[in-house]
């Protein structure tokens, strides 16, 4: 296998852009990441999303966004993991270059939730659950989420106030992101009082509906240097996935994300690093309770000691873990097919030391973690900037 | 191989006969609830039914306001949300469900660990849209 790089990298401002439709979107993404990369062509598209079909009505998305970007006649393909997408798209680039398959590798993550009517979104979004066993008897996906946290709270005898620092850091980091939905702070009072959406999760604890489009070039690393315009190169250290059941009702243990687990501690291993090898973690915050399992099960805290980790103060750009350096999906927002291909570009920003306002210090070692659904499938990415 | 297939079908059937049914892999004694037709503990294909006794503890719930299409439709809302729980049942699997019994406007009232019995649809009612419901018996 070959050691693949990221040379190029491209994003959308999140948002409700809706004067933008999907392939516009695809469109704005793709066409910047080739131009950081400084390619006109390559050998393969493939595209991260989750609801074009459902909510747009659209599918074949990626060989549409290859000829809307004039790459038709390439391959192109659309790889679907819930809210997992991006980064199982970007697994699926990685094997493609690492296996001599294919060089130039364009691996985009797309997705339009806000022009649809909000049950409508809530139904597409119930799609990444079990639609026999949880959809019918009346869950969704923030009530899957919310009863995690409960049980977290019950089980932990953890108050819902011990969830601030997530939400608070998130939003003060996206102030620093142009591209960033929600870019203003907000304080623990604030994120205390806001408005309950489903029990005990509030506003605050919430990743927003939002649109957007972000995108990578991947090569084989030691071919690099004829990319990216002298660019900090960028490699692939590790790239795992794993799964768990479908069901939360299925998990024995359903605080415990095996998934997150399993795919952080292989990437570990691949990468031959320690969770203190790590400097900083793009993980999934689609709602606050998911940042603390992730922590919890990835090793950079105890089992019940996630909240802790982040009153330390430890998760904070000037932290020992800083994480959603960019305002994570809380601020940044997620577009959920998206998301998985904004956290690798916000490594890739780091790692470069294109972090505007909010770089980091040190910051030679990234990971990035998506999310399928509520913990089913969990990607893990390791980068490595090289000097 | 087992004479039954143990679908969402037979499920649902036996729901609407009032019982609330698992299968036991006859190879290694695990139960489940769902039903699978394949054991994920030793990958016995040998189930049966086993009817459970419907009594369990709330493990965990949320009220849902933002419903979906299907909800919508059966008359939930914004105003009038509905109750989403965990239940563990005696027998030992957990499942989602619909949560009766509680004041969904009032969800402080609600307690984790409480007792839950299955209620079944009554009569030629229509079983609405949520085929599996726990009415709370006693606060934990």
């Known amino acids: ?387 | 191989m087992s004479p039954h297939s143990f679908t969402h079908a037979e499920y649902l059937a036996h729901l609407q006969n009032h019982v609330l049914a698992a299968s036991r892999c006859q190879n290694c004694g695990e139960l489940y609830l769902p039903p699978r037709p394949l054991c994920r503990r030793c990958f016995a294909q040998d189930m049966r039914w086993e009817e459970l006794s419907g009594r369990g503890e709330l493990v965990a719930f949320t009220v849902v306001h933002i419903v979906p299409s299907a909800m919508l439709e059966a008359g939930y809302d914004q105003d009038r949300p509905y109750v989403s729980g965990l239940v563990r049942l005696e027998e030992g699997p957990t499942i989602s469900a619909l949560i009766t019994g509680v004041d969904a406007h009032h969800p402080e009232t609600i307690r984790v660990g409480s007792q839950v019995r299955v209620v079944f649809p009554r009569g030629d009612q229509d079983p609405g849209p949520a085929p599996l419901v726990f009415e709370v018996v006693s606060e934990s």
């Open chain 1, 1 to 387: 296998m070959r050691d693949v790089a990221i040379v190029g990298i491209g994003q959308t401002p999140v948002g409700e852009l809706w004067d933008k439709s999907l392939r516009h979107l695809g469109h704005d993404a793709i066409v910047a990441a080739m131009q950081d990369a400084g390619i006109e062509t390559a050998d393969a598209l493939y595209v991260g999303n989750m609801l074009s079909g459902e909510l747009g009505g659209q599918e074949h998305l990626a060989t549409l966004l290859a000829d809307f970007v004039g790459l038709r006649g390439i391959e192109a393909a659309k790889i679907e993991a819930a809210c997992a997408s991006g980064a199982a798209a970007m697994r699926v680039g990685i094997m493609a270059v690492a296996s001599g398959m294919a060089d130039v590798v364009i691996v985009a993550g797309v997705e339009k939730m806000t022009d649809t009517l909000p049950h409508e979104t809530t139904a597409g979004l119930a799609l990444a659950a079990d639609q026999e066993y949880e959809v019918a008897e009346g869950a969704t996906f923030l009530a899957l989420n919310a009863m995690l946290m409960r049980r977290y709270m019950y089980e932990y005898r953890v108050p819902h106030s011990a969830f601030a620092p997530f939400p608070v850091n998130a939003h003060k980091n996206a102030q620093g992101n142009p591209n960033a939905m929600f870019p203003m702070a907000i304080s623990v009072e604030r994120y205390i009082n806001a408005p309950v959406v489903a029990p005990p999760i509030n506003v605050m604890d919430s990743s927003p509906i939002c649109d957007g489009a972000a995108a990578v070039v991947l090569v084989p690393a030691d071919r690099a240097k004829e990319y990216g315009q002298g660019k900090r190169i960028v490699r692939v250290a590790a790239s795992v996935s794993a799964t768990d059941t479908l069901a939360v009702h299925d998990r024995r243990d359903p605080l415990f994300l095996e998934a997150a687990y399993l795919s952080s501690h292989r990437a570990y291993t691949l990468a031959g690093l320690t969770p203190k090898d790590i400097d900083f973690f793009e993980l999934h915050d689609a709602f606050s309770i998911m940042s603390v399992l992730s922590l919890e099960a990835c090793g950079f805290a105890p089992r019940g000691q996630g909240t802790a980790l982040g009153e330390s103060g430890a998760i904070a750009l000037d932290g020992e873990l800083p994480i959603t350096t960019m305002g994570g999906l809380k601020a940044r927002g997620h577009p959920v097919g998206a998301t998985g291909i904004y956290q690798i570009v916000e490594v890739v920003q780091q790692l470069r030391g294109e972090a505007g306002t909010n770089q980091l210090k040190h910051a030679h070692v990234g990971m990035a973690q998506n999310i399928g659904g509520s913990g089913a499938t969990i990607i893990t990415h390791i980068l490595v900037g090289e000097d």
